[in-house]
């Protein structure tokens, strides 16, 4: 998740859970254009390591070429897998013919895995569909398209383009997808609460569930763990002090990523009128202090 997933909030994320728990995570998307990424920037989306939890490198473009290049330099960082995101949604990723715009050209897909399959070493390469562009009548055809290109998973986000990200979902596109691939597939989309985990490998069949947005809202549903209002807050408190660490960027320079996190808490967390006045609160050193309160 573009402008979220930075590597503070993933190292904030990983340290709450054990490898049984959350299997793995992935880096925002680096966007290839058209020559190889290099080495300092795929290091930096990394970041360091600092838990036996795999983390990948997320790579996101049209070019296989620049792809190629790209993911042989990623084998030599300490990335643990690659992952190919076919399923941002973004407009400027759609006019730059990357992303979710390649639902269109299954035989691209195909390509593109195969040129970063065949460059990548050791390091397994994985792969991120959605349903669809406008429909999700071909879901099966993109998911074989991936694993043709040799990929060793695919994770599949059950809306379509168009549907962005509707209230509404339909797993039974992710069950397509199963039922037409040899491959592990990880499931997305619509997972809300811990017990949506066990629900959706039912009623699907995939092997594995990835989640996003409800992450956010609500950092241990991985585990399943009931987290209290100080817990929730203190999450918050410690995300903000790594990226200060870590940055040597002053406190004001990263309040919008503290206050986006804020956004997202769940209710259980924060009551609707306090997250208003913390996500309009302008003085940052008033917002630690009201963060630092309600993480006693």
């Known amino acids: 998740m573009e402008g979220v997933t930075d590597p503070a909030f993933r190292a ?8 049984e728990n959350l299997g793995g995570s992935t880096t925002e998307f680096v966007r290839v254009v058209d020559h190889a990424v290099p080495r300092h920037i795929l290091t930096e989306n990394l970041g360091p390591v600092v838990s036996p939890i795999p983390v990948g490198l997320q790579l996101m ?8 290049a790209t993911a042989a330099r990623v084998s030599e960082t300490n990335a643990r897998f690659i992952d190919l995101n076919f399923g941002c949604p973004a407009k400027g990723t759609l006019r730059g013919c990357a992303g979710a715009a390649l639902l269109k050209e299954p035989a691209t897909i195909e390509r593109i895995v195969a040129a970063v399959r065949a460059s990548s070493g050791s390091l397994p390469v994985s792969a991120k569909i959605r ?9 099966e055809q993109l998911a074989r398209a991936v694993e043709a290109g040799g990929a ?12 962005g990200y509707a209230d509404a979902v339909d797993w ?9 691939v040899q491959i592990p597939v990880c499931g997305n989309g619509g997972v809300l609460a811990h017990a949506d985990i066990a629900r959706m490998r039912a009623e699907t069949g995939c092997r594995y569930v990835m989640i996003g947005r409800a992450a956010l809202a609500n950092p241990w549903i991985f585990s399943g763990y009931n987290a209290t209002r100080a817990e929730a807050f203190r999450f918050v408190r410690r995300y903000m002090q790594v990226m200060e660490e870590r940055s040597a960027v002053a406190r004001r320079h990263f309040s919008g990523r503290v206050k986006q996190l804020i956004s997202f808490l769940h209710p ?5 009128d306090e997250r208003a006045a913390l996500l309009h609160e302008q003085d940052v050193e008033v ?3 009201k963060i630092e309160a309600a993480a006693r």
């Open 172 to 180: 039974s596109r992710i069950a397509r997808a199963v039922s037409a």
């Open 61 to 68: 473009g049209n070019d296989s070429v620049a792809l190629a």
């Open 131 to 139: 349903a669809g562009y406008e429909h999700a009548r071909d879901v």
């Open 152 to 163: 060793d998973g695919l994770t599949v986000h059950c809306r379509t383009r168009a549907e």
């Open 287 to 289: 917002l630690v202090a």
């Open 268 to 272: 259980n967390f924060l009551a609707e």
């Open 12 to 19: 904030v994320m990983l340290a709450l859970h054990e490898p």
